[in-house]
């Protein structure tokens, strides 16, 4: 069964503390790795797609990398407005589906 | 360029209702995806079209079941409502082919009391 689980479930970090979001994943047939930012009561925001072991995508504060059982996504000198949950999803081959992680509750203080 | 609507955006409903919930994808989008989000939770796959076919399907009873337009809108619509079935429902659009982005909308709020 494919699973994707996040850590730590909660963050609280100082403004300008950098910090990374760990997602392991067991997945058949990974074809793609995505995160997702959702903010209070709004849908998912897409934010990257890795597609295999060793990519790495920026943008902005973020940056998010992958490994053949990980995800991180790294968070460089963050800002109060970088607070949401962040949610990782991992897109099987064979399942045909994307299954989500439960999420980083992320908060900035100022 | 408008993204993933969906309507409505809160719901009421008492055990045992049918609900219906829609959705149109965003402009250059062909495939809809239905989840289902309870809260502190992550998106729960419920099922997939395209082609106005169901493509895929989660873990979820025949009480969930689902239609696509020719214009790639959908629905989902919900039998026998149960308390357990509060929560948010999110619809996901994307282009036909495995692995590509989904981008979802803002979500339905249904409450069963």
Do not use: M
């Amino acid at each position: 069964e494919d699973q994707v689980t996040q850590s730590p479930e909660a963050l609280r970090l100082q403004e300008g503390e950098s910090s990374s979001l760990n997602c392991s994943y067991t997945v058949s047939g990974l074809r793609g790795l995505f995160w997702y930012r959702q903010d209070p009561g709004k849908g998912p925001e897409f934010l990257f797609t890795l597609y295999s072991a060793g990519e790495e995508k920026e943008k902005e504060r973020l940056k998010a990398t992958l490994t053949k059982k990980e995800s991180f996504l790294h968070i460089t000198a963050p800002k109060p407005e970088d607070s949401a949950t962040y949610l990782c999803a991992a897109f099987s081959g064979s399942a045909r589906q994307l299954t989500f992680g439960s999420g980083t509750q992320l908060t900035v203080l100022p | 360029d408008a993204g993933v609507t969906q309507s409505p955006t809160h719901l009421i409903k008492t055990r045992g209702q049918q609900v219906t919930l829609r959705c149109s994808p965003k402009s250059g989008h062909d495939t809809v995806s239905w989840y289902q989000q309870a809260l502190g939770q992550g998106p729960q796959f419920i099922f997939q079209y395209y082609e106005e076919e169901e493509r895929q399907r989660g873990n979820f009873p025949d009480r969930f079941s689902g239609h696509q337009f020719p214009n790639y809108s959908s629905e989902l619509n919900v039998n026998a409502l149960l308390l357990g079935d509060s929560a948010l429902y999110l619809c996901a659009s994307s282009s036909g082919t495995d692995g590509q982005p989904q981008h979802f909308g803002d979500g339905t709020r249904l409450s069963i009391l």
